[in-house]
């Protein structure tokens, strides 16, 4: 199983940019897929998911209105469009998969069963 977080890097305020998440190993299109950030020195929060079928996407409050999941199950990627940055968006960004079944509480991260391994996202004041 793999999961690979790309597209992070350096951007001003108010900038975009867009990271896409690689899955392999697994049955992507049965699993919800989520991103999570974490700052430094701070506990690891919720981004963004979307749901197996990519028919529902759940966003943080503030990051609603200016970032944007997608998924392609054909291509078994999931990506995070990141509009109008800023300083405190600077973390490291995960992207993770949760198998599809029952009750699913998108925010918690032990509700996810594979992780990437994060790619840093830093926004200049």
């Known amino acids: 199983v793999q999961l690979q977080a790309s597209g992070g890097g350096l951007v001003q305020g108010g900038g975009s940019l867009r990271l896409s998440c690689a899955a392999s190993?697994?049955?992507?299109?049965?699993?919800?897929m989520g991103w999570f950030r974490q700052a430094p020195g701070k506990a690891r929060e919720f981004v963004g998911a979307?749901?197996?079928?990519?028919?529902?996407?759940y966003y943080t409050n503030s990051v609603r209105g200016r970032f944007t999941i997608s998924r392609d199950n054909a291509k078994n990627t999931v990506a995070l469009q990141m509009n109008s940055l800023k300083p405190e968006d600077t973390a490291v960004y995960f992207c993770?998969?949760?198998?599809?079944?029952?009750?699913?509480?998108?925010?918690?991260?032990?509700?996810?069963?594979?992780w990437g391994q994060g790619t840093l996202v830093t926004v200049s004041s």
């Open positions: 979307v749901t197996w079928t990519g028919g529902r996407t």
């Open positions: 993770a998969a949760d198998q599809n079944g029952g009750a699913w509480l998108p925010y918690r991260p032990d509700e996810y069963d594979y």
């Open positions: 190993g697994f049955s992507f299109s049965d699993y919800h």
